[in-house]
């Protein structure tokens, strides 16, 4: 009796359907009747996070997925990705993607650069995608962790912070005086007088 109980919520319940990452309800109009904004649809976007359990560290950066279609007759471009300057730095698109009309796009390439926190996944980044003929589209794109169905994609680069010269492994040694920590000219350094 209790397996076939397991079963009563039949093969359309939430459980049995993929799962598609997105944020895209943001371009329903007011009345959430037409979807889509200046003719772009959205049908999925996420940004690919860590391995579970791990994180992103602060400065690196992550990749975005996203596909795209234009619902227009006329050809439009995605020309650039404007990140909340709170959560990351830029976007980098390797060169405008181009959108037929009916043709699902993809955006292969394109990372999301400079993050200002660490991800663990399930935080969320507010982007402004930039087209040519459909202007500025903003949506809020989950980070989603490398695990499950997305576990098979490229992991995030593991970009880091630019580190400082002391913590490149060529440490300035404390007890030798300079000319420019002592403020005395090159001929007067220990050194010099010593030799």
Same mark, same amino acid.
């Given at each position: 009796?209790?397996?076939? #109980? ?55 950066? #992550?990749? +975005?997925?996203?596909?795209? +279609?234009?619902? !227009? ?5 995605? @020309? ?8 990351? @730095? ?16 993809? @955006? ?18 507010? +982007?402004?995608?930039? &087209? ?6 903003? +949506? ?9 169905? &997305? ?7 593991? #970009? ?21 920590? !002592? ?13």
């Amino acid at each position: 009796m209790p397996a076939l #109980a397991a079963c009563g919520a039949g093969f359309d319940a939430n459980t049995n359907v993929p799962y598609a990452p997105n944020e895209a309800g943001v371009l329903y109009d007011g009345d959430g009747k037409a979807y889509g904004k200046n003719g772009v649809m959205i049908p999925q976007a996420f940004i690919l996070g860590p391995d579970s359990g791990q994180q992103l560290a602060a400065g690196g950066s #992550a990749p +975005l997925y996203l596909t795209l +279609l234009n619902s !227009t007759g006329t050809a439009d471009q995605l @020309t650039s990705i404007v990140p909340e300057e709170q959560k990351a @730095t830029s976007v980098k698109v390797q060169s405008p993607i181009d959108l037929q009309p009916g043709t699902l796009a993809k @955006t292969p390439g394109v990372t999301v650069e400079g993050l200002k926190t660490a991800l663990r996944g399930g935080e969320s980044i507010k +982007l402004t995608l930039q &087209f040519k003929n459909a202007g500025d589209v903003a +949506l809020t794109v989950p980070v989603v962790a490398r695990s499950r169905e &997305f576990a098979t994609l490229p992991p995030a680069p593991t #970009a880091l912070p630019t580190a400082s010269p002391l913590a490149t492994g060529s440490p300035v040694p404390s007890d030798t005086a300079t000319p420019e920590t !002592t403020g005395a000219a090159p001929s007067e350094s220990p050194a010099a007088s010593a030799g």
